[in-house]
């Protein structure tokens, strides 16, 4: 039993999706124990590390990055792989882009034999953006025609994550071509786990309306937005399954029994969210009333390695004697969530810090600019109530005040609301294990047709 799982982004520097691999990993495992189970990945340090139990496989044609990792990371401690790749990214910010990384942006670049993916320069910025130059020269190589090899897999998963929207049509063409392909192949291939829009782009729109119908299902994370949009992209509605967001289970499975009493941050300033430093300056000076008036520790949960999380929460946290933010980028997830097991309530503008919060009974004070992210976070309060995830308004003249009442009301309630959405992420997980019982249904069904036609 072979299993190809893809997240679209294939570095495996954000918390959020590593999170949403990891619960799919995991439950696969346990439909089918002796299952190889293979990520596309230009990153398969951060892959192995962060990810045990996976082979990684690089994207750009699907050939495999060495077998020999297997054994540096068998023997050396996860500790010491981040404290490396800790080092690595200083030395990285310093020089610039890498030689590896250049060289391997010229390949990709450049022409080939063979048919290739119509992407290429968007591959090459994916690369660019995040290839890992410790294993980079075991990737050059000629690949045979692209996804060819995704016949050889017994079913195609592209794993949970926000990519199916326009900012993310430079990974998304490339997503369809993976799709297309395996339902051509005659793969089992199922969407699990995805947050779907805004698609206004005429020409994504209609490559999405001719490959998401083609398959078997599409697992999605809300369906205020989500279901409509797929309705007008022609998927049949019994393909289209809700289930919450697959991370939420990583978050309830920590949960502690005892109320946090510190608050979180976690930030995300990047064009596709609209958020800027002047939103950035206006925020402040709330947070730090809120935490001198409840003697509250500030606690950092940055989502993203690629972006400046980290900067604009520490940003956010000057001027307050009583913070937690964490060294290393390069922390596992779990660790993130844990540190989020401390706080009473949750402020944030990333999707995954409102997921980890909420998933373990801790409301939320969520704060969106864009389109793109409005969505994200008002899809979690059709879940968890408009109490429990109080969304706000960036662009309000009034912001500072309204996410002040928001503050109060969130600390005030937080003890009251906590069982409330601790049930409500008890019954979305429920709701995706009874989603992968279909895809597990589905595989069986397809490997004993074959079989049948085998033997005939």
């Known amino acids: 039993m072979r299993i190809l799982l893809d997240q679209a982004v294939h570095d495996h520097r954000n918390k959020g999706n ?64 981040q404290l490396l790749f800790e080092t690595r990214e200083r030395l990285q910010h310093n020089s610039g882009i890498t030689s590896s990384a250049r060289e391997l942006r010229q390949l990709i670049a450049s022409p080939r034999k063979h048919d290739a993916p119509q992407h290429d320069e968007e591959q090459a910025d994916e690369i660019e953006r995040s290839v890992d130059p410790m294993t980079a020269d075991q990737s050059v190589a000629e690949p ?30 490339s997503m369809f071509d993976r799709l297309e392909a395996a339902v051509n192949c005659g793969v ?9 829009g805004p698609i206004e782009d005429p020409n994504l729109r209609a490559r999405a309306r001719e490959v ?35 991370a939420i289970e990583l978050a309830y499975q920590v949960r502690k029994n005892e109320q946090g ?34 003697g509250a520790e500030l606690i950092a949960a940055p989502i993203d390695v690629n972006e400046a999380d980290i900067q604009y929460i520490e940003a956010m946290m000057k001027g307050h004697n009583k913070r937690s933010s964490s060294w290393m980028r390069f922390e596992s997830t779990a660790h993130l969530i844990n540190r989020i097991s401390r706080c009473r309530i949750m402020i944030t503008g990333t999707f995954h810090g409102a997921v980890f919060a909420l998933g373990q009974g801790i409301p939320v004070i969520a704060l969106a600019k864009s389109v793109e992210y409005t969505n994200k976070l008002v899809g979690l309060t059709t879940e968890y109530g408009e109490e429990g995830c109080q969304v706000i308004d960036l662009s309000e003249a009034n912001m500072p005040q309204k996410m002040e009442e ?11 609301l906590r069982p409330y959405l601790l049930q409500q992420s008890k019954r ?10 279909k895809i597990f249904d589905l595989v069986e069904m397809r490997r004993q047709e074959k079989h049948r036609v085998s033997i005939n």
């Open 261 to 294: 009493t510190g608050i979180g941050l976690s930030l995300r300033v990047a064009a596709y969210t609209q958020v800027n430093d002047q939103h950035v300056n206006a925020i402040h000076p709330v947070i730090l009333r809120a935490a001198q008036k409840y």
């Open 212 to 246: 998401l119908p083609m398959l078997d299902y599409i697992m999605i994370r809300e369906e205020r937005v989500a279901r409509p949009l797929l309705d007008l992209l022609n998927v049949p509605q019994h393909k289209a399954i809700m289930t919450g967001d697959d």
């Open 428 to 437: 979305q997980i429920d709701l995706g294990h009874a989603a992968y019982q």
């Open 18 to 81: 590593n999170a949403l691999l990891e619960v799919a990993l995991h439950r696969f495992k346990g439909y089918w124990p002796d299952a190889s189970l293979e990520v596309l990945s230009i990153s398969p340090h951060f892959c192995r590390v962060y990810i045990p139990g996976t082979c990684p496989i690089s994207p750009y044609g699907l050939w495999e990055n060495g077998k020999s990792l297997e054994k540096m990371h068998r023997y050396m401690p996860t500790m010491m792989w």
């Open 144 to 173: 045979a025609t692209p996804y060819s090899r995704i016949a050889d897999y017994d079913l195609y998963v592209p794993t949970g994550g926000g990519y199916m929207c326009d900012f993310d049509q430079r990974f998304l063409y």
């Open 188 to 196: 089992p291939t199922v969407m699990v786990g995805q947050g779907i």
């Open 406 to 416: 928001a503050i109060e009301r969130a600390w005030a309630a937080a003890e009251r």
